[in-house]
């Protein structure tokens, strides 16, 4: 078995999704650490959280690989009472290396949040369109009551619905995250409906006053899918590269569990 740095695992996760593909404003690649450190145990979560840092340390992982940066915005000071600073300080005192894979991500047809919840929800016909992946309903129309009911089921998750409950979808456009205002490019690419993590209520009026339908999946619950997904694949290519490796996907979930009453 060879061993594994976390160059390896910064190339090949730029070969499912180039870093250079992320957009201006955002923070991807290696945000903390050394390429040159070994690494033998992975932690894949959504978000380096305290309670993240607390499961690699105990999982005695070198490397945690996040979709959301830590430093999204500049950090000008690193201080241990505060949130960032506290995680930042622990993560190097600990030795553990931070890469990050968020726009480049969303971008990808197979590992983006949007891409695995249409994998889940057995969209047919999956297109993508910049960061929307579009696909159509394998029970053909359904009342969009009814796919709430099944987006809440795949998420596990709550679901809201903003729109007439019994508008037929038959095409749904996805965008994990936070990208309401990806409604719009949706439609016009045809979908009745748009499933997207974070939406804002002018979004919601216009798009239900025009009828059509928005479903708002939380933040959390359009992209959280990822990381079994994406640790998954990872877990086999270094299996299949004759890495040394074992890939954790993380098991903290940051708000509990939300479900339908
Ligand atoms: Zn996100």
Redesign the pocket.
Known sequence: MKRATVQTLYDWLNEIAPFDTAESYDNVGLLIGSMYAPVERILVA?DATPEVVQEAISLQAQLIIT??PLMFRSTKRIIEEDYEGGVLSEMIRQRISLIAA?TNL?RSKDYS?SAVLAEKLHLQNVRQEDFIILGDLPEGKVPAVQLKKQISDVEGEMVYLYGHPETPISTLGIC???YDEGYEQARALGAQGYLT?EVRHHHALAAAGSGFVIFGGG?YG??ALLVDKLAGALQNAMYALKYNVVVYPSACKPFGTQTEQ
Request: proline share 0%; glycine share 30%.
């Open positions: 959504l979709h959301h968020h969303d949040g994990g995250g936070a993590g933040h359009t992209e």
